[in-house]
């Protein structure tokens, strides 16, 4: 059995509180308006906005994990058909059979009428599921498809072939989109790099390259803290820069090409971490992240539904209060699910 790498575990864990974050900061403050930034406070706005980026890097730090830690697997024939039974199918039947529980939430928080013709395009990946959150679910699986081809490809590459591809990625799938919501004018981008796996494969692969030359890289931690802290400041300034001089809505998506940079320093700081206290509790919520990843959505739409949390004037304390709650909540659920029979295993992974 493979040993534990603690500050895996630790980016996890991070990495889940994120997710949850962004979600109860979206469902707390919409802000579907310019009318509603405007008539938020300096505080508010620095507040929501730096909120928002760091939950912003939750998702693509999950698929840098992804990357670390299966492309450089060793993928022969045997391994490869291993990988598809034990990982890939077991995550399939995992989502179908939390498709049906996500169109009973879209019913029960969105009032969208519940239909079984509706999930069972799901469940056949025709149409997508209405909950926020489940895009997730298609692309990873999408991704886990083609692993084990693309870990050959990789290993038969040297280290300079992954230059100008790489660049030229990064300029059409983070530079180009930011130049568009900076200037507030869409640039049309006709370069198809689909195959390359889009936006969230470089993700990806960058999580394969950060494995391959992590001999190589040797970055001072309060160098990194700085660095990390100043691209989440620039971030949430070009976000609130972006609604002041165009009057429009921005919702910063992860193609905006500070993130690539945030999270790669995050994942080298914490990566070679060493966990002296509550490193057995963070083992825990590591394990139970992607079940947390699932049923978070059940325990933010329940706490809304009923306005549990409307006793809290202020929105700020509010949102924090939701996500602690939530993180909790969620922790908790999937550790009793996990302690459950076969059908733990199945539900939460």
Known sequence: MQKRIEGLDLIRTFAIFSVVLIHCLRCISPLDTIEI??????????????SFNVGSLGVPLFFILSGYLLLPRNFDEVKTKQFYIKNFLPLLLTWEIWIPANNWLAQFYYDVPLH?????????????????????????????LFIPYVSRTFKSMSDKEFLIPLAVAYIYFFIFPSLSQIRASHLNIVLDLNFSGGLYGFYVIIGYLLHRFESFINLKRIKSISIILILIALTTYAQIFI??????????????????????????LCRDIKLNFFKSLIEKISKCSF???LIHVFYIGFILKFGLINFIAVDEIKILTLTILIYILSFVSVLILKKLPFIGKILVR
């Open 37 to 50: 930034f405007n008539g938020m406070s300096t505080f508010s706005k620095i507040f929501y906005f730096a």
């Open 116 to 144: 079984m013709s509706m999930i069972l395009k799901n469940m056949l990946f025709i149409e997508p599921v209405y909950i926020g959150h489940s895009w997730y679910m298609p692309v990873i699986l999408g991704i886990y």
């Open 243 to 268: 609604h002041s001089s165009s009057g429009k809505i921005f919702h910063l998506w992860y193609d905006f090409f500070l993130i690539p940079p945030t999270v790669i320093l995050i994942f080298i």
């Open 291 to 293: 079940g947390m990843y």
